[in-house]
């Protein structure tokens, strides 16, 4: 079974991309509405757990997104990044993450253009794959 509308979590560098007129009010890309933005300082302080918990929690694919490589405004924030998702650095994404549902972008703020087509081709790309196992975290009551 596949997805139709997958929904995708991406984590931005505020650096990076400038999404300045391209999302709504509620953080969701305006030319990809099933695209969720959230916001961090630095693509350095994205941590695998972060993608891993989007993805456990019912998002069918996440994305981080920083700055071009040699552009972080705080050194290496992008490269620590990328290296996690690669598996150079640890944290690294658990082997039992699907690596199919995670991606990496590093752009600069004048690229919109790119990152929407970039993200354009990973939501079809997540409509082929079959719909995730959401695993609830909530404890039940007794």
């Not at 069918?60 to 620590?80: I, P």
């Not at 998702?85 to 752009?107: A, E, F, H, N, T």
Request: positive net charge; aromatic residues 6%.
């Amino acid at each position: 079974m596949t997805t139709e509308n997958p929904k995708l979590i991406g984590l931005v560098c505020e650096r990076s991309v400038d999404f300045k007129g391209h999302l709504d009010d509620e953080g969701n890309m305006l030319d990809h509405p099933s695209v969720k933005i959230i916001r961090v300082p630095c693509s350095g302080q994205i941590q695998p757990v972060m993608l891993e918990t989007a993805l456990k929690n019912g998002a069918n694919g996440t994305f981080a997104l920083g700055c071009r490589m040699g552009d972080c405004h705080y050194r290496e924030g992008n490269k620590f990044c990328r290296d996690r998702l690669i598996g150079k650095r640890m944290p690294k994404l658990k082997p039992s993450v699907d690596k199919r549902r995670v991606q990496g972008y590093w752009l600069s703020a004048v690229e919109y253009d790119k990152l929407s087509e970039l993200v354009g081709q990973f939501v079809e790309d997540c409509k082929s794959l079959p719909a995730p196992e959401v695993k609830s975290t909530a404890k039940a009551a007794k």
